[in-house]
T-cell receptor, first 118, second 110 residues
């Protein structure tokens, strides 16, 4: 089966500029996550979608970050304006609902987008 | 609030030198504990899911075990290709979020 697709793989921007990341989850996966992974740390959840709706965005810096998931499939994460501390890898992951075969495998991750803010 | 810690932060082993990585967790109702492997420049790759205390899972040179407060990832006779960061995550009964620990960076020297 096709995995989680993310683009771009790398992005370098200046502080105060804006940037957007795209994610296409595994077909049929209702739950989509955006994680931020700072170098040397574990992934930290930014936002979680269930189909079109937001389940958890408590750790999303809403003054600069926004995310949407149109039609319950693809998702975009935007940062505007970017700060130096936003330099990180942004990981998209997807999973099926709490019941089902895929539950035993946890979340499936994309390759990530490495963002450098200079 | 769910919390996950991992130790050691980094581990260097000689090829063939067995060891264990620790994952300690605090969660209100464990739905599952997950181990992932992450290579540089890549997203985490699923290894195991453990659901209840006493459960064990094995895959090649890796064996994961679970107690009520922690999980261990045992690496038997590691090879250089086992070098990676190993992440532990938990999922509770109330949400679908995965809470990750900081990871253990494993280096296996030939």
């Amino acid at each position: 089966e096709a995995g989680v697709a993310q683009s771009p793989r790398y992005k370098i921007i200046e502080k105060r500029q804006s940037v957007a990341f795209w994610c296409n989850p595994i077909s049929g996966h209702a739950t989509l996550y955006w994680y931020q992974q700072i170098l040397g740390q574990g992934p930290k959840l930014l936002i979680q979608f269930q189909n079109n709706g937001v389940v958890d965005d408590s750790q999303l810096p809403k003054d600069r970050f926004s995310a949407e998931r149109l039609k319950g499939v693809d998702s975009t994460l935007k940062i505007q304006p970017a700060k130096l501390e936003d330099s990180a890898v942004y990981l998209c992951a997807s999973s099926s609902p709490l019941t089902g075969r895929d539950e035993v495998r946890g979340a499936f991750f994309g390759q990530g987008t490495r963002l450098t803010v200079v | 609030e769910d919390q996950v810690t991992q130790s050691p932060e980094a581990l260097r082993l000689q090829e063939g030198e067995s060891s264990s990585l620790n994952c300690s967790y605090t969660v209100s109702g464990l739905r599952g504990l997950f181990w992932y492997r992450q290579d540089p420049g890549k997203g985490p790759e699923f290894l195991f899911t453990l659901y209840s205390a006493g459960e064990e899972k094995e895959k090649e040179r890796l064996k994961a075990t679970l107690t009520k407060k922690e999980s261990f990832l045992h690496i038997t006779a590691p090879k250089p290709e086992d070098s990676a960061t190993y992440l532990c995550a938990v999922r509770d009964n109330y949400g679908q979020n995965f809470v990750f620990g900081p990871g253990t960076r494993l280096s296996v020297l030939p």
